[in-house]
């Protein structure tokens, strides 16, 4: 298992960044995801090879829900 680390910037709310964590671990590759509203750090576990795939995918979630959040590979 891979561990993803990402800068988040632009959420508005604790429950934003809730809702965000939630859409972010129905991801089929994602194993567990979790999202500090605080800190602006995202954490994501993952077994997928794919790795380019995978951000992609959450970049799109991210943007269907929040577009103004944007993510940063740490």
Known sequence: ME??????EG???ANCANE???SINALDDVT???ISFMTERM??????????K??????????????DV?????
């Open 20 to 22: 965000l964590e939630e």
């Open 54 to 67: 995978l951000i992609e995918d959450i970049k799109k979630v991210i943007k269907k829900s929040e577009p």
């Open 32 to 34: 567990s995801a979790s």
């Open 43 to 52: 954490v994501v576990e993952t077994e997928t090879s794919d790795k380019n």
């Open 11 to 13: 959420l508005d709310c």
């Open 3 to 8: 561990k993803l680390k990402f800068k988040i």
């Open 70 to 74: 944007t993510i940063t590979l740490k």
